[in-house]
């Protein structure tokens, strides 16, 4: 028959592993107690109270859920992922998934060790997919020969805990350099530049609009004015930039806005001059009939649009271009000349307010 | 995943309110420890095991509920008897409460059931 004094010791021999001042103050007065309830009955301590670790086990459970809530919470990382993986495995996509994976592992080990040889070259200088010259493909064979190498060993036994953390590092590492590699891999795709060109001539107004704002070209450009070699203004020049799309003059900062056609399309934006009207004109409203898109009343409007003209005017004598000979008189005849219509405009300026 | 039908244990039910028992008792009179499990089995709970008396008893006294103090006995071994001090007592009124509106909750579901 086990003695009180016995049955203590084994209860503290259970309750080990608790903290020395917990078990102290738990255990404080059990031989007492233990004493108490021997001496109530002659029946063995084992067999009224259980054996001395079944005992042990509930004063632990009475005396605190502290010792043993802290045991699970160590666990509880590993339990949840525990959980969350049943769950996931419920469905049958999982399940396939899991099956097929371990499969893949030697592909994987071989693109590790490629990418990992790629980064070592990207971090001496040259960036690319393919390995350049022999040597760099001798690295590259080394570097994948080593990561099957591992791979093989990490399955067959269980490395160090520190080899193994080593190994996930790497494995996230290349995961995410691979990654990377995957999206930026679009920008090494041929310009699309001539597409863009070709889809621009089909349709000439395409939501791709260039738009310049008035100020880049210096002072507040609203209006083109183009002029050819001979002085003379030509007028519906459509304007494009090398991608093909629509230039068109950025109208808001100016006081300025497109007269609208009376009928069918709208004007368009990129065609030169435009026929513009102040938007503090009374006869806003009026329209344009389709078709003309520069009516004498508005090219006045013009700011001084002399500069461009001076140079034609002196051009031909240095021999830059023998082909304009004949010019000079031909613009003298009807065109409105830019001189003419700078001295008829009443000079937009002062009308500004900002 | 496993889901198990549980029926109503005693001993679990018992883990629950074994600190209002114990200072239900103990706010009747102070008591040792085996006196404890001895007046918690003749009031009726007859399941209440000796460790988990004793390690509530502890666990109450860590908490500051209780005080306690050694009677010296000439035939049998040192008794350590407790008492409520005003923690222990404002505890016990507390628990009693929270006691009653559950039981009252309990007996209302069953009663529903029932009908």
Known sequence: MITPDRYAQAVRDALADLPARDREELLEDLDDHLAEVAAESDAPLEERLGPPEAYAAELRAAYGDRTVAMGKKGRSLRTRLAASRDVLSRLPVYRHAEEFAPELRPAWWVLRGYVLALLLSALSGTRHILPGSPAEWVVVAAFVVVSVWLGRTAREGRPPRAVRAGIAAINALVAIVAMVVVFTAGDWNPRRDDLFYESARDAPVTQRVEMVPSGSLGGDVHNIFPYSKDGRLLEGVRLYDQEGRPITLDLEASDYRIKPVCFGEPPRTNEFPLPLVSVYSLDGDECLPSGLNVPDGVAPTAPPAVPPVEPPAQQPSPGTSPSVSPSGSPSASGSPSPSSSASASPSPSPSRTR | ?115
């Open chain 2, 1 to 115: 995943m496993r889901t198990t039908l549980r029926c109503v244990d005693g001993s679990q039910l018992l883990k629950g309110v074994l600190d209002l028992a114990v200072l239900a008792v103990l706010a009747e009179r102070d008591s040792y420890g085996y006196d404890v499990v001895r007046r918690l089995r003749e009031a009726g709970l007859t399941e209440v095991g000796d460790a988990s008396v004793y390690g509530t008893l502890r666990r109450l006294f860590r908490a500051g509920a209780l005080t306690s103090y050694v009677v010296a006995s000439d035939e049998g071994p040192h008794r350590k008897y407790y008492g409520l001090n005003d923690t222990g007592r404002a505890q016990l009124a507390s628990s009693a409460r929270t006691w009653a509106a559950f039981s009252a909750t309990m007996d209302d579901l069953l009663k529903e059931g029932r009908a």
